[in-house]
């Protein structure tokens, strides 16, 4: 959960720097806040809380946006829904709700989904090859904890997100999910910063230019290139190491299907306001979907700062994990070769 630390002396010493490096048009001017070197400023912390669903549910099918009526009862239900109560027969109950930051609106558009392509606000079918890798995936994962270890290894089969590796909400790409739902975005001359609170994932995005690294070259969160469209960031990013948290979160969305090295992301930043960004995604992976699909959420300005997640520290899920499955062995006589 986010941890309210001091942030790094140094980080902000380079966003004070560089803050203090832009201007605002002056009183009139209908162009967009710009730079001092001249590119659109999109910098400061944009928080991207939504309760508007991925995918559009089936009491909305056919149905792109909602009534301010409709939005009205839609938060009503989400509240409802997000509040601690005791089990009762067939139902766990829950707890600890106040740990969740997911949001309480429908921000922006009134949409239905954060999809916008495809036409039906779903996330198109995984390919065949995406289906034996998902249930691939699922195998693994059943074999931590029991007597052989999964192929790869026991901490090479757990989810980058339970590894502490990559965010499970900050990708690439972003998208709302139970908490940390926050950016910020630091210019300076050739380059854009995109600092996610969600595992204190930075990266950095060249915008001189230069080309994608060699294929063989790769990175957690890929290779991201950028350019300007008019008023509009475009980076674009190739070069994955391997599954992404995108595609291992797969519980939220149903078809994410464990996306791989192959994907490929066209991201759009757009200043809508001087308190909005539009942040549109379109995501490609011929070897997880059959076809591209688009998203977009809307972002708020922030007045709040980016603090650190530690993720690890308390994090005792691995080796619990690890020793339970220690202890099963010895329950049933077996010897552990296991590290």
Known sequence: MR???LV?????????????LTSTPAAGQSTSPRTQWGEPDLQGVWDYRTI???????KFAGKASLTEAEAVELEKL????????????GDPGTYNQFWMDRGTKVVGTRRTSLIVDQPDGKIPALTAEAKKRQAAIAEAQRGVGVDEPPVGGWADDLSVTVRCILGFNSGPPMHPAAYN???????????????????HSVRVVPTDGRPHLPSHMRLWVGDPRGRWD?????VDTTNFLRETSFGRFAGAF??????????????????????????EVTVEDATT??????????MRKSDEMIYEYACHEGNYSMEAILASSRAREKASGGASTKK
């Open 3 to 5: 941890h309210r630390r």
């Open 8 to 20: 790094s002396m140094s980080f902000l010493a380079v966003v004070t720097t560089v803050m203090s």
């Open 52 to 58: 508007t669903p991925m995918e559009r549910p089936a």
């Open 78 to 89: 989400d509240a409802d829904e997000n509040v601690d109560r005791p089990p009762r027969s």
């Open 181 to 199: 739902n926050n950016v910020e975005i630091v210019q300076s001359p050739g380059y854009v910063t995109i600092h996610n609170e969600m595992n």
């Open 230 to 234: 008019g008023n509009t960031l475009v």
């Open 254 to 279: 149903g078809r994410l299907g464990g996306s791989g090295p192959n994907i490929h992301l066209i991201e759009r930043f757009t200043r809508v306001g001087a308190d909005a960004l539009m942040y």
């Open 289 to 298: 979907w059959v076809k591209p699909w688009t998203y977009t959420i809307p």
